[in-house]
Structure formats: C-alpha cells, structure tokens
C-alpha cells in the first residue's frame, strides 16, 4: 500500500489496555480496530523521545525546521523566521552524502550456493541467481538500495517493506516514524509483534477492499500535521497493518491484520518467523530495536558549529565594514566623506579609517577543528568529501591502496548493506512462493516469469523451473566488483594478476570494464558468448546447438571439455554427457576437413617466420610465457 506518513489515532486519553486486550491476535474481529488503536497510541506516547530524535536528524540533514514527522509539517520551515534557522554550512548532509556515495557504488549481489546438491539442485541454484538479478531489476534496487542506506545514515534504520501487489512482488521505502514496536518487547532486539500506519487516499482503500465500501466511507479523515494551522485538502484515511510471529514452529497465534478505524479489512494467519521488513541497520544500541544513525553521533558537532557561524555571522554585520574616527573640534562635514574622485576634505584634524579585526583568527581554527571531528568520528576524508585526491598519489597501486585503508573504516557498515540485500532475496522470494501458493489455490498454473540479462540479451526465467526448498540452498552475497573504481586503480590491479599468471588477456580485458571498449568487447566476445550458449542449452536441456566452421573451434573445444568434466563431477545425466561428446566429435571432424593438405613426399612444408611475442602489460609473467620485448 502507498504511504506518506504516520498516523495519530486521536489526541484523546489513552484507553487501559487490559491483560487479555493486550494479546490483540487472539481478539474477535468486531474488537479488532479499538484494540488496535489503542495499542498503537500506547506504543508511540512512550516513543517520543526516539520519534524526537528523528525529528532533530531531519532537521540537521534537510536544513529545515521540521515540526512533525508526516505530512506538510515534515518538510515545512518556521513560518515566523525562515531564515533564522537555516544551517549555513550543512556538515551532516555532507558527512552523509560522502559515506552514501563511496558505500553503494559497489552493488551487493546475492548468490545462492546448493549445500551438498545433485546436479539438478545446482542448476536450479544457478538459475536461482539470475531470477532474483532479474527481479532485483524489475523492483529498481539501483534507486532502493541507495536510498535505504541513506535513511539507515540519517535515522538509524533504512526500511523497505516488501508484498505482494497485483500478483507480483513490490517494495516500498518504509519512514521508521511509520512503524510501532514496543521498546519494551523488543528489548533485546526481537519483537514478536509489530504495527505500521499509514495514510491512504479512501479512494485507493475502496478500490482494494470493495466489500468493505459502507465502513470505508464511515472512516474519519484525518490530518498527520501536529500544526495546527496547516490544512490538507487530500481525503486521506488511516490504515493500520499489525503483524504477530506464531509463537514457535507448530503454533497457531501468527496473525496479519490490515484495519482502518472502523472496520477489519483483511485478517489471515501469519506462518512466517520474520516481519516482512529488509532492514538497513546503521549503528545498533546497546538495548532496544531501533538503531543510531550517523547524524546522531555528529549532531553535536553540527549544533557547536552553527554556534560558531551564528556569532560569526553577527560580527561581520556589526564589524564588517571599516569605520570613520573623527574628533569634535575636527570641524569636518561627513557630506565630503564620500567615494567621489578627487574630493577636498577641509578641517583641522585629518579623519582616521579603521579596519578593526572581526573576527579572532582562533575561531576560524576551531571552526576547521570542528568540521575535522565530524568527518573523523564519521571516518571520512575530508578529500573524499570534495573528491579530492592527496597530493603525491598518482600512480594507481598508491591510490588503491589509500581507498583500501579508507574503505576499512565502513567495513561494518558495507556488512550491513549486504545483509540488507540478503533480507530483500529472502523476502522477495517468500512473496514469490506466496503468489505461485494463490495461483494453484485457484488451479492456475504456478508461473511467475521473471526477465533477467544474460549475454546482453533479456532471458525469461519462470519459478516453476527453479523451485527450491529453504534447506537445499544457502545464502551469500558478494559485490559485484571488488576492483577499484577508478580506471588507474583498476588497470594497476588486472596488470598485476595478469603478470601474475592469475588471468588470461580475454578475463584481463573484461575486468578493465571501462566504457570505451564496451563496443569493442561486445563483438570480440561474441563467438566465446555463442559457444557459451551452446553448452547452457545442453546442460538445461532446451535443444543441442551443434558446432560450425564459423566459430574458433579450438576455444570451442576446451570449453566443452569444461563443461563435461563439471557436469560429469555433478552428477548429470548420461544423455547429455553424450551430448558433450557428441559436440567434441564434430569439433575434432571440422578440424580435421578444414586442415590443410599433406605435402608431397620428399617435399618440405614452407616453414613461416614466427611472428614477435606482443608487447603488453596483461602478458602473464610466469614462465614459458612470452615477455615484452
């Protein structure tokens, strides 16, 4: 469901939630949507102090004077001095920004790996990992991942909620100010239920849930402003969706409720043991669910330096200018001070200008002090705030090594970015099998078609081909790329593992990756990519694709013999163990057509000149191999 902001039942008294109304899962429907609202306003009148918090980081990062967390007030400015307020040099938006940007340039990628599996159960696995590449796409992880991260700095916690919609899997950034855990419950970091409310136009709520149409028009609309002064014209209803985990593997108490306040629209069990939640946690406290952002840690530092530009600020006003000394008996006209050239000033004591110092040069340094804590206790560069490099660092090992030692510092929070991946694969796949549950319910066949890239072109995956058991994979994740970003970092780094003999001049060149030679590699890999498509069509056993002249038939020939052996090693079925050899055999039948003729005999084969090793930086040092010349 769309959401926008939090909501606040009523500012009524909280009504006593009694022992038996407090276990909300076992209520009747007809009692639901009280119980709940009372329950919410309980958890968020003893949530102020973190719903306050929130509020102050807002501020500190979006340089405004937030007065509530939803709706017009969140982003609205003090009416009274809008410019009083405005931080005039915004550290924690910088500081945030800094580590946003050198932490999610490289996208985590979740790959499933079969724990002792046959041979089917790794294919299903491979195909596992390019369905949810594929659906990662589809649900724009490039613009959710970044903007999780983001939140999780400026708040503590980046939350995506993840559902199905319209039978496909859908995710939505969630506000933490949206959620409702009790503190107490979640003392050790594990709630067992959890609430989240949001504001939905009646006609969206009336399009899900027609049956209910009588009760939805019923429902009262109200306003998220805590100003009292701000109107909304939106016809807006709040939605509560409240969740509790069964309370161990065979119990029946698991719940989902989705209420407004005058009617139950949805009621189900919930089977799973997780909220359906991926969750970017920043830095988590000693106790409690909710974590502590970075503005948090530095906000002192931010409110110590607008002090400090504040009085600055003040004395350029007062003191900017230089000012005029004139005695009495100086019997000058201040008409005749003026910037006319060539003036004639007449009087007996000749005016002094004065240039006082406005500001002590001690409080620029504390100023510089300041600014240096915040990017320390953050563990940024202040060069890596302004994208610049320090100065003698120009070869590419210096740089990559200097990224390494700074890349050490969010070593934890990189963990944690990753982490947040796994929970959207893991959630999104729950989903998945949710969908393809309803769809044989209804004894529809259980399709659900995904598009994933692979050789540059568009692939449909389908889940039925890959249905796997939690228990027959695991879980990791590993970034896209390790290599540095930088062309110098990067092309120091495949040197240096082609010298080493770790790779070939065709893996060197594709993990130089740089933009100008996409064409090129695009056609200089296309006979190894049609090969490739040839032994995956084999070993998914679509159709057999046999070899023709027209390919390099000896890099057509090793890599079936790599095929063979791993699917031999996995355990594959004989026919299309056949099919490999089958395929090595016409390789070995065109070699022998397309080889020349024997000489006569007594007649020797011209012999060629051989041709000088190239001169190249990616030549493998290692040796028998050939060396620049």
Do not use: C
Not at 62 to 77: D, K, W, Y
Not at 78 to 106: C, E
């Amino acid at each position: 469901m769309a959401v926008n902001a939090t909501y606040n039942f009523s500012t009524s008294a909280a009504p006593d939630v009694g022992p038996l109304k407090r276990r909300w899962w076992v209520e009747e429907k007809d009692d639901l949507p009280a119980t709940l609202e009372a329950i919410i306003r309980n958890i968020r009148d003893r949530s102020t102090a973190i719903e306050t918090q929130r509020q102050v980081s807002a501020r500190l990062y979006g340089n405004l004077a937030v007065i509530g967390p939803a709706g017009l007030s969140f982003s609205r400015a003090s009416q009274a001095s809008p410019m009083r307020d405005r931080i005039t040099y915004n550290l924690v938006q910088s500081v945030v920004d800094t580590i946003t940007a050198k932490t999610v340039k490289n996208r985590p990628k979740p790959y499933f790996l079969t724990s002792g599996g046959d041979y089917r159960q790794q294919r299903k696995a491979k195909k596992l990992n390019r369905f949810v590449e594929g659906l990662f796409h589809e649900l724009n992880i490039r613009e959710i991942g970044p903007m999780a991260f983001r939140d999780a700095a400026v708040w503590g916690d980046g939350i995506v909620h993840v559902f199905a919609k319209d039978g496909r899997v859908a995710w939505e950034r969630v506000i933490p100010s949206e959620l409702y855990v009790d503190e107490v419950e979640g003392f050790y970091g594990s709630p067992r239920q959890m609430h989240r409310v949001k504001m939905l136009d009646r006609l969206v709520v009336l399009e899900a849930f027609p049956e209910h149409a009588a009760k939805i028009w019923e429902a009262k609309a109200t306003s998220q402003d805590r100003a009292s002064d701000v109107q909304s014209v939106s016809d807006q209803i709040p939605v509560a969706e409240s969740w509790h985990l069964p309370s161990g593997p065979d119990a029946k108490d698991g719940r989902h409720i989705i209420s407004a306040s005058t009617v139950v629209l949805l009621d189900e069990p919930y089977t799973r043991d997780t909220f359906p939640f991926a969750r970017m946690k920043w830095s988590k406290r000693l106790w409690g669910y909710w974590s502590m952002g970075v503005v948090e840690q530095i906000q002192n530092q931010q409110t110590e330096l607008n002090k400090l530009l504040w009085l600055v600020q003040r004395s350029y006003h007062l003191m900017g200018s230089f000012k005029i000394w004139m005695t009495h008996d100086s019997k000058i006209a201040t008409e005749h001070l003026n910037n006319d050239i060539g003036s004639i000033i007449r009087g007996n004591t000749a005016p002094q200008y004065l240039t006082p110092q406005v500001v002590p040069a001690e409080y620029y340094a504390h100023i510089e002090r300041i600014v240096k804590m915040a990017y320390d206790q953050a563990g940024v560069s202040m060069l890596s705030a302004t994208s610049e490099k320090p100065a003698g660092l120009d070869s590419g090992k210096a740089l990559r090594e200097y990224g390494d030692i700074e890349s050490d510092r969010f070593q934890v929070i990189g963990q944690a970015y990753e982490n947040f991946h796994l929970d959207l694969a893991r959630l999104s796949i729950d989903v998945v099998r949710d969908i393809v549950g309803e769809k044989a319910k209804r004894h529809e066949a259980k399709s659900f078609v995904v598009k994933s890239s692979a050789a540059r072109f568009l692939n449909e995956i389908d889940w039925k081909d890959i249905d796997l058991r939690d228990d027959a994979y695991v879980m990791q994740v590993f970034p896209i790329s390790s290599l540095p970003n930088d062309p110098a970092g990067r092309l120091q780094t495949v040197q240096e593992y082609a010298q080493a003999g770790f790779l070939d001049q065709r893996a060197a060149k594709k993990l130089l990756n740089f933009p100008d030679l996409e064409a090129e590699d695009s056609l200089s890999s296309a006979i190894e990519e049609r090969i490739e498509a040839s032994m995956e069509a084999i070993m998914d056993g679509d159709k057999y694709i046999p070899p023709d002249p027209f390919v390099d038939l000896a890099l057509a020939r090793q890599m079936a013999l790599q095929y063979y052996n791993q699917a031999a090693k996995d355990g594959a079925e004989e026919s299309k163990l056949d099919l490999f050899r089958t395929y090595i055999g016409q390789i070995d039948a065109l070699e022998a057509a397309a080889a020349p003729p024997a000489p006569p005999p007594g007649v020797a084969a011209p012999q060629a000149a051989p041709a000088p090793p190239p001169t190249s930086d990616l030549i493998p040092n290692v040796p028998g191999a050939p060396g620049p010349m």
